[in-house]
């Protein structure tokens, strides 16, 4: 591939860090690759386990980025994926963690309405979440609400991109977070008022035949039409440490910087900067 043509992306999206990294270590690599996005995962029964980080964790990234006079740039790309109860509040129309994440640097967040996330979405009150999920956006309107587009949340997102708010943006997400790998990357001139992006099964072996996908789908867009591209499943990795005394062996699920930089270096082929 001729790596110098640059590619239509606004950001890459790393998501799942966790207590098993350094935020330190996250805003040092943001520093240097400004188009790093960090996804952060929220759900308060997991907080502290794999892929979900800890309270001090989160406020920890946060304090060290740094905020424009107008606080609407944030020197660390940060990105809230909420699941479980923190979707749930979205579905209902509280916003209020939403502020809170806004307060905290976040200037996009996803909403999983899935099953996967352990979402509970009752067919018979799809309109009032769609009203609810319309509330939210105009409220926190400086917010960008990434809404997942896959079979399960059809009911949803159909009825929101008839009539997009300005702050919303969706993601073509086929696997519904399972990391089945996406394979077809709908046009964002589709629904040219609503920016895109594309999920599912993307890692260190797959983001350059991704890419070359993307960059063919994306070829001559208008700059507000950049799309991104984000993965969860693939950053994992299984540590196993040897007890030296006994030879009892513990396993650890991290989040793998190491995997995080394989998929940045190809990118830079692709022209991010």
């Given amino acids: 591939a001729n790596g110098k043509m640059s590619i239509n992306m606004r950001v890459i999206g790393f998501c799942g860090m966790d207590d098993s990294v350094s935020p330190d270590f996250l805003a040092l690599v943001s520093s240097r690759y400004p188009w790093v996005e960090w996804g952060v995962l929220f759900r308060n029964d997991l907080e502290g386990t794999p ?15 740094t905020f424009s006079e107008d606080r609407e740039t944030v020197s660390i790309r940060l990105a809230g994926h909420l699941c479980g109860n923190r979707c749930q509040e979205v579905l209902d129309g509280d916003f209020s963690f939403i502020q809170e994440l806004y307060s905290l640097g976040y200037r996009r967040v996803q909403v999983n309405a899935t099953a996967a996330n352990s979402v509970t979405v009752d067919p018979e009150r799809i309109n009032q979440y769609v009203q609810n999920i319309f509330l939210c956006m105009r409220s926190v309107s400086k917010m960008e609400f990434i809404i997942q587009c896959n079979e399960e949340t059809k009911p949803i997102y159909t009825q929101l991109m008839a ?24 046009s964002p001139m589709l629904h040219p008022t609503i920016r895109c992006g594309y999920a599912g099964g993307i890692g260190p072996d797959s983001i350059a035949e991704i890419l070359t ?38 396993r650890r699920d991290v989040f793998s910087i190491d995997k995080v930089f394989a998929c940045i270096l190809i990118a830079e082929q692709f022209g991010m900067k």
């Fill in 51 to 65: 892929r979900y980080p800890s309270r001090p964790w989160v406020e920890r990234l946060s304090s060290l980025a």
């Fill in 163 to 186: 009539d997009p708010t300005p702050n919303m943006s969706v993601l073509y997400d086929a696997s519904c977070g399972k990391g089945v790998r996406v394979s077809t990357f709908p």
């Fill in 213 to 250: 996908g993307v960059r063919a789908a994306t070829e001559g867009v208008p700059a507000y039409n950049k799309v991104w591209v984000d993965m969860e499943s693939s950053l994992r990795t299984i540590v196993v440490e040897k007890n030296k005394v006994d030879q009892s062996e513990t």
